[in-house]
């Protein structure tokens, strides 16, 4: 049977029952102990059938969320109107899956480049998004985001919203379980739709463990991808929260506070990296936000650990300092914590000429055969 064809059969299948039911607003799981999770995958025949195959998930529910429109019925969603998108609201139990294994399933069963629907289906009640119920959700879902744009599975920007979650309405019941209740129908749906083809070419065996090195789980949770997570979150700058200064000062010795909350200078020629000549990247001591590269990194004689240029063009912030009495020089610090690092002068290598002459104390090293598992496996390229 063509696309054309099967998708013919779905739309006629839903524009006859369109208007049985009317859908109501679907309330927390009563069950004590399910934790909810709410998807927009496109069709949310597939999403549905996609999530109910995970371990942990007891059920799946098919449904309308995001817009402005009270109990929506299907064909108001579907004529575009009314803000909604066809999404999936997930119970699942957290001792065996996790939220985070959630998000890993769900990135490897949509297409998260497109901006206008998902496969086939067009228009704003397809589009992708992950509606967060907590802040926790917020920024495991940020991360999880940021951690695909690194592993570059896709050559297209990731555009899926990360949004608030709002009222999930219960889609009618024909909607519920239809790849069981109409197995053959669903079946030409989904194979014309696009999704099963995309997901073979994009999610190759060398993607998945791209992702799969780079995703974030402190705790090592198993995952429904079938392997462990064993690194730490990669950098993100969106779920950085800079901590108060009694807290910093806690964190930190005495000469690390004194160099990045004071402006402070550390000794020359007795420091920690001075001297330090292994492959790796340096981090703010602070929030881990990454500074420079080994491959940037000079003996400038000066006593101070210098690198002839920032490990990105964004790392750092510039500033005029004036508290020399005679002459003013331009301080550096972090763009995120913004710490006090160092200071930069022009008189460094070619062909850029620049010092960036910084402060041990300010940073942390991390040798190139612990980047991956502290996190900064994107990294690497830069050495």
Not at 208 to 227: D, F, I, M, Q, W
Not at 264 to 276: H, I, L, Q
């Amino acid at each position: 049977m063509s696309v054309a064809i099967g998708l013919f059969v779905a739309y006629s299948l839903t524009t006859y029952f369109g208007s049985k039911s009317q859908p109501t607003e679907l309330i927390q799981p009563p069950v004590q102990g399910l934790q909810t999770a709410t998807f927009a995958g496109g069709c949310f025949w597939c999403t549905e059938a996609d999530f109910e195959k995970v371990a942990g998930v007891s059920k799946v529910i098919s449904g309308y969320t995001g817009g402005h429109k009270e109990n929506p019925t299907y064909n108001e969603v579907s004529a575009h109107t009314t803000g909604h998108v066809e999404a999936v609201q997930v119970w699942y139990d957290a001792s065996v899956v996790t939220y985070d294994n959630l998000l890993d399933y769900f990135w490897m069963h949509i297409d998260p480049t497109d901006p206008y629907g998902q496969f086939v289906d067009k228009g704003e009640s397809y589009v992708s998004a992950i509606f967060f119920n907590t802040d926790t959700e917020k920024i495991s879902a940020e991360a999880s985001k940021k951690v695909l744009e690194y592993a570059k599975v896709f050559d297209k920007p990731i555009v899926t919203a990360i949004l608030e979650a709002k009222p999930f309405y219960e889609a009618e019941e024909y909607h519920q379980d239809y790849y069981k209740k109409n197995p053959v129908r669903y079946g030409y749906y989904r194979g014309g739709s696009g999704r099963e083809a995309f997901i073979e070419k994009y999610w190759t065996a060398e993607a998945k463990k791209r992702y799969e090195n780079l995703r974030a789980s402190a705790s090592s949770t198993p995952s429904v991808l079938g392997a462990r997570h064993s690194v730490s979150a990669p950098w993100n700058p969106e779920s950085f929260v800079k901590p108060n200064q009694a807290e910093i000062k806690q964190k930190l010795t005495a000469l690390q506070y004194k160099v990045t909350q004071e402006d402070g200078t550390e000794p020359s020629f007795d420091n920690a990296y001075d001297k330090e000549y292994r492959e790796g990247i340096y981090v703010d001591i602070i929030s881990g936000e990454p500074l420079y590269s080994s491959k940037d990194k000079y003996d400038s004689g000066t006593g101070w650990p210098s690198f002839a240029n920032p490990i990105s063009s964004d790392a750092v912030t510039l500033h005029t300092d004036t508290s020399f009495l005679f002459f003013s020089r331009t301080e550096v610090r972090s763009r995120y914590a913004d710490s006090h690092l160092g200071h930069v002068f022009e008189d460094g290598p070619a062909p850029l000429g620049k010092r960036y002459c910084m402060n041990s104390a300010a940073m942390r090293f991390i040798p190139k055969e612990d980047m991956e598992k502290e996190g900064y496996a994107y990294y690497l390229k830069y050495l």
